[in-house]
């Protein structure tokens, strides 16, 4: 039995569970991690805690839900990714098998949309919308997924500028996300890094995958930073050199895309007065949303950002806590899996 001291203490642990108290005391706040599935939504009085000596205040618990989120896979189709890598089997075929994965594993989770680039024509056309953003469209992607890569050009900056104007990426009910898979540079004359940096202030983020050695690091590594989905380390981006890694990084983002955002089911009084930890240790907010996480009052959403989103979601075992009033530890644990998030 776990007690608690503030006047007013907010808690969400990894599993999704808030508790709230407005007076002194204890009560069980149990994440129901445990038994295998999401905790229960019931409002119950807890009971005190008899080591403690402290009578119940009527705690209430509270669900919180993970938000389902958007995600648009924008995939080069320029030629090389008909090189073969490692295996002896080529890019373009790795690619596409490792999106079938990611979007079967995740298909009820996520809400995916596919295009590649460049489009068919012009070689540094934008792209061609293949698959629109929606639920369930496994399907329909795997249909859409053409048998060679047969594009001349690279055009980054003008896919992802297509990709942020699609209607479905405007939701503001849910976390919004580019996932960009590419084996090289820009050859249209285009500069991603501020596109990217646009759509992450119009509340899209995007993964980066560099697949293979054609890349610019430094440039995917910023983008990356400033999509708001860095990785700690060198380079920022996530980096797949053959099946296995790209298959390891797809799977990644597709966790991160689901355990990063979280709609809390009351609003904060204040919400300047939200703590986060992670495995016991405090995370900064961080309002340029860089390596952190940052509350969204209009919507009551809790998002991590960058290498501490990456932490959270290649360890399914870290505690995650978030309370509110003050910095009560009386919420810690620690499953001893955060690294700390940072970001080299």
Known sequence: MKTLRSPLILAVFFSSVFAACNCGGSFSSGT?????????????????????????????????????????????????????????????????????????????????GYMWFPGEGDNCSRGWMAVQVGDNTAAQIHKSLMPFALGENTPLAGALAMASEQPALADATRANYVLLITDGQDTCDGYPVPVVQSMFNNNIKTFVVGFGSGVDPDSLSQMAISGGTAVPGN??????????????????????????????????????????????????????????????????????????????????????????????????????????????
């Not at 038994?35 to 008899?50: C, E, N, V």
């Not at 648009?72 to 008909?82: F, Q, T």
């Not at 090189?83 to 079967?104: F, H, M, P, S, Y």
């Open 32 to 112: 129901g991690a445990d038994a295998g599935g999401p905790p229960s939504a019931d409002a119950s009085t807890s009971t005190a805690d008899p080591d403690a000596g402290i009578q119940s205040c009527g705690g209430q618990r509270f669900e919180a839900t993970a938000v389902q989120p958007n995600v648009l896979i924008n995939l080069d189709w320029s030629a090389s990714m008909e090189e073969e890598i490692a295996g002896g089997r080529n890019k373009w075929d790795i690619a596409t098998d490792a999106v079938r994965a990611l979007t079967t594993q995740f298909d009820s989770r996520i809400r995916f």
């Open 235 to 344: 380079p920022n981006y996530y980096r797949a050199d053959d099946q296995g890694s790209l298959e390891a990084a797809l799977n990644l983002i597709g966790q991160s895309a689901l355990g990063c955002d979280f709609k809390l089911t009351s609003t904060p009084p204040d919400g300047e007065k939200i703590y986060v930890y992670i495995d016991g240790m405090l995370v900064q907010r961080d309002p340029a949303k860089v390596n952190g996480w940052q509350y969204a009052a209009s919507n009551d959403r809790v998002t991590f950002y960058g290498p501490v989103c990456h932490a959270v979601a290649k360890n399914p075992s870290a505690k995650v806590t978030v309370v509110y009033g003050c910095p009560d530890d009386v919420f810690m644990e620690s499953s001893g899996t955060f690294d700390g998030g940072t970001l080299n």
